[in-house]
């Protein structure tokens, strides 16, 4: 693995490879507010080593080691996050890659589908749903009641470390969805990493106010690469319907529901999805 600082454009972004750069590229975008690090390292590697991919993986802006800005002044937009990733890809002089995003991620590496078309040979799409408005909306259900309990009522002192990783590994175990064992050791020994490894974790705080930027001009109907759509049964904040949904916009995507899981890339799920991405981008151009 090589972690790597690129800048373009006066935007610092910090990235992390893994395998051979000669292999077919798989970028991954984990979801807003969270930096690299819920991508794993494990995990990546399964993905590289399993199927000879070239992963990468990056903080967004105001997580991790990229730039960060001003708590409640984040200076851009969701949009610029979807520009984000083609930085990334132009830095590693990639043309094209596998994309797998997971939650707000998922919706990200729509619009580059949308945005940039010709940058995106396949995606996988984790926990999310639609990034573009459209008519089945209104029949998707709403989070769960405890996920908006936790939501509405939890407090944090975010100048404060501990009671950011309490508030996290108890925000971790909502999404966890209820119908597993919830691993609190793992998950505090990685929100532990997240808070003490980022510039100022405070920030990412920011991606909770980001305008959307310019709405995309086409629909999900017009994403024409190969697609997969893979959600946990359990997800508190998009219940099984949104990827259903989801699955049904885009043409000829697949569907893989994860039983009893909630929303994110679960540690007992890794084989499976694992093997779900290697296998779907075995179809897609510049595959092995």
Same mark, same amino acid.
């Given at each position: 693995?090589?972690?790597?600082?690129?800048?373009?454009?006066?935007?610092?972004?910090?990235? %992390?490879?893994?395998?051979?750069?000669?292999?077919?590229?798989? #970028?991954?975008?984990?979801?807003?507010?969270?930096?690299?690090?819920?991508?794993?390292?494990?995990?990546?590697?399964?993905?590289?080593? =399993?199927?000879?991919?070239?992963?990468?993986?990056?903080?967004?802006?105001?997580?991790?080691?990229?730039?960060?800005?001003?708590? =409640?002044? *984040?200076?851009?937009?969701?949009?610029?996050?979807?520009?984000?990733? @083609?930085?990334?890809?132009?830095?590693?002089?990639?043309?094209?890659?596998?994309?797998?995003? @997971?939650?707000?991620?998922?919706?990200?590496?729509?619009?580059?589908?949308?945005?940039?078309?010709?940058? @995106? +040979?396949?995606?996988?799409?984790?926990?999310?749903?639609?990034?573009?408005?459209?008519?089945?909306?209104?029949?998707? *259900?709403?989070?769960?009641? %405890?996920?908006?309990?936790?939501?509405?009522?939890?407090?944090?002192?975010? !100048?404060? !470390?501990?009671?950011?990783?309490?508030?996290? &590994?108890?925000?971790?175990?909502?999404?966890? =969805?209820?119908?597993? *064992?919830?691993?609190?050791?793992?998950?505090?020994?990685?929100?532990?990493?997240? @808070? %003490?490894?980022?510039?100022?974790?405070?920030?990412?705080?920011?991606?909770?106010? +980001?305008?959307?930027?310019?709405?995309?001009?086409?629909?999900?109907?017009?994403?024409?690469?190969?697609?997969?759509?893979?959600?946990?049964?359990?997800?508190?904040?998009?219940?099984?319907?949104?990827?259903?949904?989801?699955?049904?916009?885009?043409? $000829? !995507?697949?569907? #893989?529901?994860?039983?009893? $899981?909630?929303?994110? &890339? %679960?540690?007992?799920?890794?084989?499976?999805? &694992?093997?779900?991405?290697?296998?779907?981008?075995?179809?897609?151009?510049?595959?092995?």
């Amino acid at each position: 693995m090589a972690e790597r600082m690129i800048e373009t454009e006066g935007i610092r972004l910090c990235t %992390e490879s893994f395998g051979d750069p000669s292999d077919p590229p798989v #970028l991954l975008i984990m979801g807003t507010g969270a930096s690299m690090l819920w991508w794993e390292e494990d995990f990546c590697r399964m993905l590289a080593e =399993g199927g000879r991919r070239f992963v990468i993986r990056y903080d967004h802006r105001d997580t991790g080691r990229s730039v960060t800005y001003e708590p =409640g002044r *984040p200076g851009y937009s969701g949009a610029d996050l979807v520009d984000d990733a @083609v930085r990334v890809l132009d830095a590693h002089g990639i043309p094209a890659a596998h994309v797998v995003g @997971v939650s707000a991620g998922g919706a990200l590496a729509q619009l580059l589908a949308l945005d940039h078309a010709r940058r @995106v +040979l396949s995606l996988v799409l984790i926990s999310t749903s639609s990034a573009v408005p459209g008519d089945r909306d209104h029949d998707l *259900p709403a989070p769960t009641e %405890e996920f908006m309990r936790f939501v509405s009522t939890a407090h944090v002192d975010w !100048a404060d !470390a501990e009671s950011v990783i309490d508030h996290q &590994v108890a925000y971790a175990r909502v999404l966890a =969805g209820g119908r597993r *064992p919830f691993d609190e050791t793992a998950a505090r020994g990685l929100v532990r990493r997240d @808070v %003490e490894r980022a510039d100022d974790f405070g920030a990412a705080r920011n991606h909770d106010s +980001l305008p959307d930027g310019e709405p995309p001009r086409a629909s999900l109907s017009s994403i024409a690469v190969p697609t997969l759509v893979i959600h946990g049964t359990a997800d508190p904040m998009f219940p099984l319907r949104h990827g259903e949904a989801l699955a049904e916009q885009i043409p $000829a !995507a697949g569907l #893989l529901a994860l039983a009893d $899981a909630g929303h994110g &890339v %679960e540690r007992a799920d890794w084989p499976t999805i &694992v093997a779900a991405i290697l296998d779907h981008t075995g179809t897609g151009d510049g595959a092995s």
